[in-house]
């Protein structure tokens, strides 16, 4: 049965009111920001086990580590900038000052990550993966959290929210292509040896140069496009000072939140801790180690989940408005548990078009997530703001990456020991039976665990779309419109 219609200017029953609808170009502007967000915190993860170990031989549990660290280290810098950014009064806003300054040098830092030499230790390798990277986390943070609380605060309706997340996600294909495309960049003739063999590092640090660039241009295009509603209309005038310590404790007093959050752990563990098997799914099992031929599905793969994705968009807005977004969620968890149960038959050697669908599959059901998942978390600033009388974006933004960096730092420190586990060698072409075994259900059966996980958090999950039109209802009340 279809939910009440979404309030605003609009009569009950009608569509969007016309003062909570957000301009495109401000929407564009936000979903501008995933570039930034893709691969200012993803591009160097994506990258780090083909560079560090396939090309230099990094032992891969050092690789994990490494990158457990730097999760750890931006779980804490993203608490002090949300805090920051929601205590933050300039006349450029709260938000729009450190997107800029945090962009822009975030473009410029990219590069440098891979900055390294041929021919060092491990232990050398290590010590720059971990000093550079705890260096660079702080410039993400700084761009990312104002970024994702500015999400939080374009419109008070329900369903517009998922429609900013709509134009966000789609824009984020984009990036997310790029992303795929990264290994076969590296694999270039450009970037050939006098051996006719792929200079990776060479071509990685090209690569980075190239989106640091762009990522540049992004950020000063988004100072200029986007808007910061409720600070021009509630936060400047009103609003008081929020102490550091309920960027933590006091947020997680909030029972939607924690039981939201609970649902995203469970997703994002599940899923980081085989984050790297697909990639050697693909090298190994598919095509018998040829990196070549790997990386050139890696981008066919991104193709498909550019295309599939932007298909998950739409049929979850459509599900999401008919039904509500918790309903929505649940379709996307249950479908994804079908999606990762799925990979064990469609990475196949003999049929190595089916990883197209393998990699589309999930992209359709991670569209469809975190789509939901960030206009809910609107939702419940809303519901806090009922309980404490402030709007604290920033708050929600920094505890719940915080804390699910954490599990999701966890994840990834342990996807290099799992690839360890399986029995895997970097040294050897051509990879034992049993550790392309391991690779292959460890695949499919781990993130299943977490999807489970995920769908019983979200049952307790209490904002429907009749609480939140009540919730609406009683804040403009007390506070006016925004």
Not at 116 to 125: I, L, Q, S
Not at 167 to 185: D, G, S, T, Y
Not at 210 to 235: D, H, K, S, T
Request: with cysteine.
């Amino acid at each position: 049965m279809k939910h009440d219609a979404p309030w605003g200017a609009a009569p009950h029953g009608g569509g969007i009111g016309a003062r909570d609808r957000v301009p495109l170009p401000q929407k564009v502007g936000y979903g501008m920001g995933s570039l930034i967000d893709l691969w200012g915190h993803w591009l160097y993860p994506a990258l780090a086990f083909h560079v560090y170990n396939v090309f230099l031989g990094v032992a891969p549990g050092l690789i994990s580590t490494a990158q457990m660290i730097k999760v750890l280290v931006d779980a804490a810098s993203d608490a002090i900038f949300g805090w920051l950014s929601d205590n933050t009064r300039t006349r450029y806003g709260r938000r729009r000052p450190f997107i800029l300054v945090g962009g822009v040098l975030a473009g410029i830092g990219l590069p440098l990550m891979f900055a390294v030499g041929r021919g060092w230790t491990d232990t050398e390798y290590f010590v720059f993966m971990v000093v550079s990277t705890i260096l660079y986390v702080p410039v993400m943070s700084c761009f990312n959290m104002p970024w994702v609380s500015l999400g939080a605060e374009m419109t008070p309706d329900y369903h517009e929210r998922t429609n900013v997340q709509s134009v966000r996600n789609a824009i984020q294909k984009l990036p997310e292509l790029a992303m795929f495309f990264a290994a076969q960049f590296t694999t270039l003739a450009w970037f050939h040896d006098a051996d006719g063999k792929p200079d990776i590092l060479r071509g990685a640090q090209t690569y980075c140069m190239l989106l640091g660039a762009v990522m540049v241009v992004v950020a000063i295009a988004m100072f200029v496009l986007v808007r910061e509603r409720y600070y021009v209309n509630l936060v400047a005038r009103t609003q008081s000072h929020i102490p550091f310590r309920d960027t933590l404790w006091r947020t997680l007093r909030c029972r939607p939140f924690r039981h939201l959050l609970c649902m995203n752990l469970a997703y994002g563990i599940g899923t980081a801790m085989v984050a790297a098997l697909g990639y050697y799914a693909t090298v190994y099992y598919v095509c018998k180690g040829d990196i070549t031929l790997a990386t050139k599905w890696n981008t066919a793969m991104g193709l498909s989940g550019m295309a599939f994705g932007f298909l998950g968009i739409l049929f979850f807005n459509r599900v999401a408005r008919r039904y509500g977004k918790r309903i929505g969620l649940g379709v996307v968890l249950t479908l994804a548990i079908g999606a990762f149960i799925g990979d064990w038959w469609l990475y196949n050697p003999a049929l190595p078009g089916l990883q197209l669908l393998a990699c589309g599959f999930v992209a359709f059901t991670g569209a469809g997530f975190w789509t939901l998942y960030n206009s809910t978390l609107a939702d419940v600033v809303d519901y806090d703001e009922t309980q404490t009388g402030q709007r604290r974006e920033g708050s929600f933004s920094a505890c719940q990456s915080w804390i699910s960096k954490v599990g999701i730092a966890l994840g990834v420190g342990a996807s290099g020991w799992i690839l360890q586990f399986t029995g895997f060698d970097s040294k050897l072409p051509v990879q034992s039976e049993h550790a392309i075994f391991m690779i292959r259900i460890l695949l499919s059966g781990i993130p299943v665990i977490g999807l489970v996980m995920a769908l019983v958090a979200l049952i307790r999950f209490e904002l429907t779309e009749r609480r939140m039109q009540e919730i609406r209802v009683r804040l403009e009340a007390e506070r006016g419109q925004v």
